[in-house]
Every structure is written in C-alpha cells, then in structure tokens.
C-alpha cells in the first residue's frame, strides 16, 4: 500500500559552503584573511579621521576586477560596491561566476541596512533643532526643502541584491532582510533552512557595511554606542569599534555541489535565530546558553563571537561564553563590528578555521580569549547591540 504519511516526512540534506567572499580591514580573500589572523597581526584601525570614534577601514580595493563596468560603480554607494565585490569573491571560489545556466538558478538572500544620507542636512537640521521653539514645524520644512527626491530611492536596502543581480546575473529567488545583526542571521537561516528542506539547491547569501560614514556613527553615538579613543578588546571595554566588510557565502546541497564537481570548504550544520526580553536581567545570558546547547558543545568545540562592543549585550555573552569553558574568539576583535555583515563573516572565519584544522591565536590583552587549538566544528554567536540573538554551527565537512 502506499504510505499516506510519505508527503508529510521533512527531507533534511546537509548543506555546504562552497564558495566565501570576505573583504574587510585584514585584506581581501581568505589567503589574506588567514595569514592577519594565524599571525597575529595587530588590526587596522582608524581613531583620528572620523574622531573620537574608532574604525576599522576598509582594505584599498580594486573595484574594477569584480565590477568592471564604471557606470555601475558610480551608481553604487560604497557599502553596496563592497557587497557587490564580496557577492562576486563568493561566485568566483565557488566556481560559479558567469555559469549563466546555475546563476539563473542560485537563490539570493541579503542582509542590509539603510543607505545614503545626506550628513550635511542632517547636522544643519540638528543644530537648528537644538534652538527652535517649534520643532516640529522646523523639521517638517527643513525635509520638504532640504531632501532631494532620489535620496528615499537611495536608502533601499534591496539595493544590493539588485546590485548583484545586474552585475553578476545572479537571477534566481531573491530576498533581502533589514535589521542589524539579526538580519544576518536570518538571511543565512533561510538559505540553510530551504537547501536542507529541499526547496532549494544552491544559494548566495551574505552583507555588507561601510564604517566610514558619519551619519551611522551619529547614529550609533545617539545611542551611547560607540567606542571613543584607542581601540579596546570588545571584552574588556565598552563600545562599538565599526568595521567595513562585505562577507558571502555559497551554500549548497552535497548532491548538486557534487553534480557539477565542487568539493565544500566546510558544512554549516544549523543556524538559529531568537530573541530575548532585553528588559528582564539575564535573559540574554540564557538565551546564549541555550543557543549554545541547541548547537552542542562536545570536544573539539569552539566559538567564534560576533559580540558587537554594546555594553549590556556584550556583558551578557560574556557571561554565558565564559561558564561554558570553550575557546573563544571574537571577530570584533580582528575586523571591527559590520552590523549585518556581522554574523556571515563570523561564518566565514568559522569555516576557514575548519578547512585549516587549526583555531587562529588568542587576541592579547581580551579576557575571554584563551589559548586553544579546537576547531573540528565552531559554534557562531551572535548578539545583537539592541536586540536579537543567533547561532551558527560549522563543522569539517
């Protein structure tokens, strides 16, 4: 007879990368990006251009060799020609780039935030609010007079995905999330979720940010975010040290990976996204623990943090990677903090460790980093500065 219930059973496929993009302060490429971390070496930062706040710059890029036509570029703001250039890393390590037939066929999934601001505007408009008896009325004029009617346009974050469409022909599904760390996450849990439920055979999937913007630091510091001064390991002070980074991934089934000859990088084994009440003391803190179990944590375990720097929220990772006893290492630490990009390259670091056997060095002077070579799987963490909390689980594959 036939099964009735056949329909109803769940497919559940391993899912591999096979293909990384990763572009930040360290360099570009994983060469680059191992050679900064397996050395130790100290992380590039900027403290007086945009001062008193801390970032980390973005690598000199040569565009021109991921988006070779000048009028895309032009068309791009900055964060989204790093997303583009970091989309067209992945294509080209996982052997994919200008194969029409499987681009065609590559879902996509973005996680981005807003874009362009017109910082001059900004500051007038702030100054004149700190001395108007109607601010109100003052604001309403100042955006009818003062904003330009492409900068509503500029601002969409499904810019990026668009981007990367146009220049590198990836047509197939296309998805973007909006929603600082935990869009990151999301992003990447969806694409895992489809491949290894067998609605989806390959994807790309990743984000992009650019620190070197006044108006998101203004952002930020509104928010008493932002690291001043000399940098700070990310779990010994407070504050929020930006980073400019573009970080994708390929994704993909074993059986279509192997169908097409490509051997995986490592195999992401699970992604979760939560979110606790931030108003109750040590929800975040359980909220990790309980991540992290979901993960598992045998031997051979270690973690790769995403902790962003915000006070409260690193405090409580903190608490909850300390009392489990495995090595830690925070991307922070190496590349700054990119906000939606956070989550993917801490991924992607977490799969270059794997590929390499090897757990890059401890950060000096970071009081949760400790010595430890474990790296047959890497549970990713993430929490967000505000809110949001996720994990990843990459092993050997």
Not at 232 to 239: E, L, N, S
Request: charged share 20%; net charge negative.
């Amino acid at each position: 007879m036939p099964d009735a219930n056949a329909g109803r059973r769940r497919i559940h496929r391993d899912v591999w990368i096979t293909g990384i993009g990763l572009v930040s302060s360290l360099g570009e490429g994983l060469d680059a990006h191992w050679e900064a971390l397996a050395t130790g070496a100290a992380p590039l930062t900027d403290a007086t251009t945009y001062a008193p706040y801390v970032v980390h710059p973005l690598v000199k890029v040569n565009f021109d060799t991921q988006i070779p036509k000048k009028g895309d570029q032009r068309q791009m703001e900055p964060w989204q020609r790093i997303g583009t250039y970091a989309a067209g890393l992945a294509l080209d390590a996982a052997g994919i780039a200008r194969n029409t037939e499987i681009l065609s066929k590559t879902d996509m999934i973005v996680a981005a935030g807003g874009g362009e601001r017109d910082f001059a505007v900004d500051a007038s408009i702030l100054n004149e609010l700190s001395t108007s008896n109607d601010a109100g009325r003052l604001l309403n004029e100042r955006l009818l007079s003062d904003l330009r009617p492409t900068l509503s346009l500029a601002q969409l974050s499904n810019l990026l995905a668009g981007n990367i469409s146009i220049v590198h022909g990836v047509t197939g599904s296309s998805r973007t999330f909006m929603g600082e760390e935990s869009a990151g996450v999301d992003a990447t849990r969806v694409a895992y979720s489809r491949i290894a439920a067998g609605q989806s055979e390959i994807a790309l999937v990743g984000g992009a940010y650019n620190a070197e913007r006044e108006d998101t630091l203004l952002l930020n510091d509104l928010d008493n975010f932002c690291l001043k001064g000399d940098l700070k390991p990310v779990f010994a002070a407070p504050g929020i040290a930006s980073g400019s980074m573009g970080a994708f991934l390929v994704l993909e089934s074993p059986e279509h990976a192997t169908a097409r000859g490509a051997r995986p990088i490592a195999r992401l084994s699970g992604v979760w996204s939560e979110r606790a009440k931030r108003a109750v003391e040590g929800a975040v803190a359980e909220k990790v623990t309980a991540l992290l179990a979901t993960a598992g944590t045998p031997a051979g375990t270690a973690i790769i943090s995403g902790a962003t720097g915000a006070h409260d929220a690193t405090e409580a990772e903190r608490a909850a990677l300390a009392a489990s006893g495995l090595p830690v290492r925070a991307v922070a630490n190496r590349m700054g903090h990119g906000f939606e990009a956070q989550f993917i390259a801490g991924l992607a670091l977490a799969a270059l460790a794997v590929s390499k056997g090897a757990l890059f060095p401890p950060h000096a002077g970071d009081p949760l980093e400790q010595a430890g070579d474990a790296a047959e799987r890497i549970v990713v963490t993430q929490v967000g500065h505000w809110r949001g909390e996720g994990a990843g689980l990459v092993e050997k594959a």
